[in-house]
């Protein structure tokens, strides 16, 4: 007969080597465990009533096991300084806050690796759902580990939401809130050409990121629509999305020459103030001498006069944390596309015909 694990000393608190001696398994299966990683069910159990018998409750991993809910959710995002981020950061908080949850913020500047780290540590910390914010590159082993990461939050009674992001796939545990993000650009296309024009300006697109991709597509689909020929050498490629980004790019395309465009489509409101400051800068008014839309229907878009495609930020973020939550009447599936709409304000004049 083996001999029975020793159990911690009277009026000591129990440690996570207790709970392994405890358990009958090593120091990292507890870790992995406590962690929310995928175990066998028995072991799991085995290290669940460890905890639970020695009263090993030093951090949330413990806590969570013992019953406890952390009662957290957590939101991944690239900027809280971007408008984008920051309205949808805020609805989703609101949100949390009226289910009675707290809201954990990380950022992670667009880098994936930063991103799938913070995943893990929201992981360990237990939360009722990790929400991933914005744009991606939706590659294989971005799909790979996120479909990692959903599997390992789902055994540990948590969600991932991908918010403003497609989905992983069917077999994929994880719910998919966006928005028509190819449709509004097609509309703000539609609506140029409606005004008469047929050489826009496409500023700021970034290869390989799924909301860029989605814009070109749309913006390449209303040309199609009306019989208008995509030229190449219309879509002007950046290396992000901000304000400083639009107003180089614009500058160097009106060092090159005179402007051979009568309307400019940015790829967000920020690109297009950048690029409207440079364009004026150049002698150019808007929208006399030229067009201008933009995309997202955040500050400045208003504040300028400028038309844009209008974003559901606030439903966007608060949809997201019902069905995290099962708060949804209607969740009758986990991939939900909301609606987006043109915003017409001064900054598109019709041409003369």
Request: overall charge positive; proline content about 5%.
């Amino acid at each position: 007969m083996g001999r029975r694990p020793r159990e911690p000393e009277a009026g000591t608190r129990p440690t996570i080597r207790d709970v392994a001696r405890s358990a009958g398994v090593s120091i990292a299966t507890v870790s992995r465990v406590l962690g929310g990683q995928p175990s066998a069910t028995a072991t799991r159990t085995r290290v669940q009533r460890a905890v639970r018998d020695l009263g090993y409750v030093a951090n949330s991993h413990a806590r969570a096991l013992a019953g406890i809910s952390t009662r957290n959710v957590a939101i991944v995002v690239n900027s809280v300084v971007s408008p984008f981020y920051g309205h949808i950061a805020q609805a989703v908080e609101s949100q949390a806050a009226e289910e009675g949850r707290l809201c954990l913020i990380s950022t992670t500047g667009g880098d994936l690796h930063r991103e799938l780290a913070a995943v893990k540590l929201m992981l360990q910390e237990h939360t009722d759902a990790v929400i991933l914010v914005g744009n991606v590159v939706d590659n294989d082993e971005y799909r790979r580990r996120m479909a990692e990461y959903a599997h390992a939050l789902a055994a540990a009674a948590s969600r991932l939401v991908l918010c403003g992001r497609p989905p992983l796939g069917p077999r994929v545990p994880a719910i998919a809130v966006e928005y028509d993000n190819a449709g509004g650009a097609r509309a703000a296309t539609a609506h140029l050409l409606s005004a008469g024009h047929r050489r826009i300006l496409y500023l700021g697109h970034k290869p390989g990121f799924t909301t860029s991709e989605g814009r070109l597509a749309g913006y390449r689909a209303g040309l199609a629509a009306h019989g208008v020929e995509p030229d190449e050498s219309l879509e002007v490629t950046g290396v992000n999305l901000e304000r400083a980004e639009g107003y180089r790019l614009m500058r160097e395309r009106l060092r090159a020459g005179a402007p051979d465009f009568t309307a400019v489509f940015a790829a967000n409101d920020q690109l297009a103030a950048g690029a409207r400051q440079a364009l004026l800068g150049h002698g150019l008014r808007v929208p006399e001498d030229v067009s201008l839309v933009g995309y997202d229907d955040l500050p400045p878009a208003a504040d300028i006069g400028l038309t844009t495609v209008h974003l559901p930020h606030d439903e966007l973020g608060r949809t997201a944390v019902r069905l995290a939550l099962g708060r949804a009447p209607d969740r009758a599936e986990d991939h939900v596309v909301l609606g987006t709409h043109v915003v017409v304000r001064q900054s598109v004049r019709p041409l003369t015909r």
